[in-house]
């Protein structure tokens, strides 16, 4: 099983690989992602003419991404342990803390809640902005959601 360095670092590359991937979607060199997620609200605006991926460098965004992965993965590990097997009573209260940190972790970024950092104006003016606080506060956990399986997936075949 992974330390807890290991695995925050394993969180911040997925993370970071994720919003790579929808970045190159962007540019045509994904054509699977727009297939799977089709006219996705959050995936048009990110990848809109204007939005999010155009108003960040790509490394940025990377970067931004991974870090806030990384940040949301440290409350979650503190909150619960990570499922050292796969089982339905480790995995799915872990996942329910993912999804609900992630949520959460979203309000700090969101410049339309009052408890928001500022830290993050630009995707509070593009990605928030358009979904809105409930939208956003969903699709926040659900990408937990997504970082968290992929990592107890590949862990599960790296075994």
């Not at 991404?65 to 089982?87: C, E, H, K, M, T």
């Not at 928030?128 to 399986?149: E, Q």
Request: hydrophobic content about 50%.
């Amino acid at each position: 099983m992974l330390n807890r360095c290991r695995l925050l670092t394993l969180t911040f590359l997925v993370t970071g690989a994720f919003d790579a991937l929808l970045q190159l979607s962007k540019h045509g060199y994904m054509p699977i992602i727009p297939m799977i997620v089709g006219d996705s609200d959050w995936f048009i605006s990110l990848t809109k003419s204007g939005g999010y991926f155009d108003r960040h460098t790509p490394a940025a965004a990377v970067l931004l991404a991974g870090i806030v992965g990384y940040l949301a993965q440290a409350i979650i590990l503190s909150i619960i342990d990570f499922p050292v097997s796969i089982s339905i009573r480790s995995v799915v209260p872990f996942l329910i803390v993912t999804f609900v940190v992630s949520a959460l972790f979203g309000l700090l970024m969101n410049d339309a809640w009052p408890v928001s950092t500022g830290l993050f104006p630009i995707i509070s003016a593009t990605y928030y902005k358009d979904l809105g606080k409930k939208r956003s506060m969903v699709t926040d956990g659900l990408s937990g959601l997504v970082v968290n399986t992929t990592i107890l997936i590949f862990l599960y075949f790296l075994k």
